[in-house]
């Protein structure tokens, strides 16, 4: 089962972007990481990162159109993104949205998320493990889906 991984801003910069908050691996390692666990879970993944608000948009739409699951780290636009929102709501596959840090720990601007209630389910607050256990949820749900 193909699954797109999509990061939102400034996750590129993951390793030199305040290492005390998001921790030292880089963005490439999270990709390495990603794509070890897909194959641990037999999942064909793809990992994106970008800055755009209207690409992000429109790989959500790809998803939409071709029922694909997403784990989706919103990044900044989780607390203000109306657009990858309403974008999310046409999504007819699982999604999880996942956050490296607890967001509801930090900074009061961050415990608003406008996708949260669009998403299957949220996992935040253990680093890049949290994209683990988002692959892990997303294949038990295929699994749990009638004909699997």
Same mark, same amino acid.
């Given at each position: 089962m193909r699954v797109l991984v999509l990061n939102g801003p400034n996750l590129g910069r993951l390793g030199s972007r305040e290492p005390e908050v998001y921790g030292s691996s880089s963005y490439g390692d999270l990709v390495t990481r990603c794509q070890q666990w897909a194959r641990?879970?037999?999942? /064909?993944?793809?990992?994106?990162?970008? /800055? /755009?608000?209207?690409?992000?948009?429109?790989?959500?739409?790809?998803?939409? /159109?071709?029922?694909t699951p997403v784990v989706l780290n919103p990044a900044a636009f989780t607390h203000y993104s109306y657009a990858l929102r309403d974008a999310c709501v046409q999504l007819r596959a699982v999604l999880v949205e996942v956050h490296i840090t607890n967001p509801s720990a930090r900074e009061v601007f961050r415990h608003t998320s406008v996708i949260s209630s669009v998403a299957t389910g949220t996992i935040a607050g253990f680093g890049l493990n949290s994209y683990r256990l988002a692959l892990q949820a997303v294949a038990a749900v295929a699994a749990d889906q009638p004909g699997n």
């Open positions: 641990d879970l037999s999942l /064909d993944v793809e990992v994106r990162q970008t /800055d /755009d608000e209207a690409e992000l948009v429109r790989w959500i739409h790809e998803a939409a /159109d071709s029922a």
